[in-house]
């Protein structure tokens, strides 16, 4: 592929770049793969992006390189703080005062999710500072692909929105802890114990560029119409603007944006959705967010070694966030079934991980190398597998109002339209 590049680059020299022109023919399979695999399989579109992206990424395709540096680093994290921002816009605090055991819930399978992945990597030989980080990297879910589902099944319920709600938490602490244990690492391999104060930093930065974020966007509310276009480009340059100074200031950016998000949601109770303008946007921001992950996870190193850590952290990681979920199910207001279903639709990773993946391979090259080695193939699999085990989850709890024919069993009567 890398000789087809440039015999092609020798006549062709747009005025944007080559790279521009590889792109968007790139983002537009995508887009086409994408509808095709939503509207013959009935699985969701992120599928059809990660596949284009993953076969770019395996042919040599150049316009990402990794470790992520620059422009394709700070749209990763545009794309990571908007998602963040509307996972964060959805969550009400109220909630975990009259159902405290949400937030247990969240807790035990995070918790438990860090100790089963440690310790099976530190079973299998892990050096430890590098089984820690990538036990950190697993508490993640990806709110991310978890919307884009719900969004193609037309999913509502509470399975549903305590995946959504989980997934954001487990996002949350992930954020915090792999950012601050990012930046211990040229200090040396200290353990967990040493990164109270970092984390103490990385969260009061974070929760101070949230609170500007959110207040700035509840003043901009009282004197502009939510569903006016001029609001969502306010709002899409003010999370960019915040995520841009909340990474220089030593805080992270999409944690900002997930506490801005929650924090306006208090602030601002009343419901407000997106307008249509900001969703064209996200969506366009979205997409290329997971192109970008696939491509740059399908170039890692997809030796024989590495497979079998790979997938022990991917059982482990399955199994923990399923049994953390039924052990915080007592008295959380779900049936076990659900609690099942909610575990599954848990298991996807994508964007926040290989964005955490990144801060590792900054902060140290040696270090960076051996975790990425077995995160980022990890993160390319659970994308995709993710999205699927997610997708029945979700049919199988019940909670989506679009048939699905491997479950129905039944022929197609018609077209089938996008929402």
Not at 264 to 280: A, D, I, V, Y
Request: one cysteine or more; proline letters at 6%.
């Amino acid at each position: 592929m890398n000789e087809i590049l440039a015999i092609w680059a020798e006549w062709i020299k747009p005025s944007a770049g080559l790279p521009t022109v590889q792109w968007s023919i790139l983002l537009a399979l995508a887009a086409a793969a994408g509808h095709l695999v939503n509207r013959y399989t009935g699985l969701p579109k992120v599928i059809g992006y990660s596949v284009v992206g993953a076969f770019a990424g395996l042919a040599g395709f150049t316009g990402a390189v990794w470790p992520l540096q620059g422009i394709g680093l700070f749209l990763l994290e545009l794309g990571v703080a908007v998602v963040l921002f509307e996972a964060g816009g959805r969550i009400p605090l109220r909630w975990f005062r009259h159902n405290p055991m949400v937030l247990v819930q969240s807790l035990a399978e995070s918790t438990l999710t860090f100790i089963l992945v440690h310790w099976v990597l530190g079973r299998m030989g892990v050096r430890e500072v590098v089984a820690e980080s990538l036990a950190l990297l697993a508490m993640a879910a990806s709110p991310a692909v978890l919307s884009r589902v719900v969004m193609d099944t037309r999913a509502a319920g509470p399975v549903t929105e305590r995946a959504m709600v989980l997934s954001t938490l487990s996002t949350l602490y992930a954020l915090t802890l792999c950012s601050a244990r990012a930046g211990m690492m040229p200090r040396g391999e200290a353990g967990l114990s040493s990164t109270l104060y970092p984390v103490l930093v990385v969260l009061g930065l974070s929760v101070v560029v949230g609170a500007v974020l959110a207040l700035t966007l509840r003043t901009a509310l009282r004197v502009m119409s939510p569903t006016s276009e001029n609001t969502a480009i306010l709002l899409l340059a003010l999370i960019a603007a915040g995520a841009a100074l909340a990474a220089n200031f030593g805080g992270s950016a999409p944690l900002a944006a997930l506490l801005g998000g929650m924090l306006l949601k208090q602030l601002n109770p009343r419901p407000w959705s997106w307008p249509r303008q900001m969703g064209t946007a996200s969506s366009m921001l979205t997409m290329l967010m997971f192109v970008l992950v696939s491509v740059v996870a399908a170039q890692a190193d997809w030796s024989r070694p590495v497979a079998g850590l790979v997938l022990a952290l991917i059982i482990g990681r399955m199994l923990a966030k399923i049994v953390g979920v039924a052990l915080g199910n007592v008295g959380s207001g779900a049936s076990w079934k659900q609690a099942l279903w909610v575990g599954c639709a848990m298991s996807p990773m994508s964007s926040v991980a290989l964005l955490l993946v990144s801060q590792y391979a900054a902060a140290s090259g040696p270090l960076g190398r051996q975790i990425a080695s077995v995160a980022l193939p990890a993160i390319l699999l659970m994308e995709v597998l993710g999205a699927v085990l997610a997708t029945v989850a979700i049919y199988r709890a019940g909670e989506s109002s679009k048939p699905w024919a491997p479950l129905t069993r039944g022929p197609s009567t018609g077209p089938v339209h996008e929402p």
